[in-house]
């Protein structure tokens, strides 16, 4: 079972830049697929941004395109966001999930191991 690790969070002004790091604890096969994922107060888990591990192919919601980039490390077995133009209304606990599979899943539902979560603050 892979365990993943999240971190870079913090408390940023509107604007600023963050980046996210998530850390898988072995490494991940060819057909998976990591998926960023937030979650505000009261509201729903929602799909911000995924990557094949393989080809490098990505997607991202609307609300995050041109302002947040999806990368990773293969020898690092690691996944990051570069999250730029910062608004409040990004602020959430962040997280980073794997599914196995040929697409990049929206539905967090799909996603079969997660990370702690870590927390993003934008202020206005």
């Known amino acids: 079972q892979v365990q993943l690790v999240e971190s870079g969070g913090g408390l940023v002004q509107a604007g600023g830049s963050l980046r996210l790091s998530c850390t898988a604890s072995r490494r991940t096969f060819s057909n998976y697929a990591m998926g960023w994922f937030r979650q505000a107060p009261g509201k729903e888990r929602e799909f911000v941004a995924g990557?094949?591990?393989?080809?490098?192919?990505?997607d991202y919601s609307d609300s995050v395109k041109g302002r947040f980039t999806i990368s990773r490390d293969n020898a690092k077995n690691t996944v990051y966001l570069q999250m730029n133009s910062l608004k409040p209304e990004d602020t959430a606990v962040y997280y980073c999930a794997v599914v196995r599979g040929p697409f990049i899943y929206s539905d967090f539902a799909r996603y079969d191991h997660w990370g702690q979560g870590t927390q993003v603050t934008v202020s206005s």
């Open positions: 990557i094949k591990w393989t080809f490098g192919t990505t």
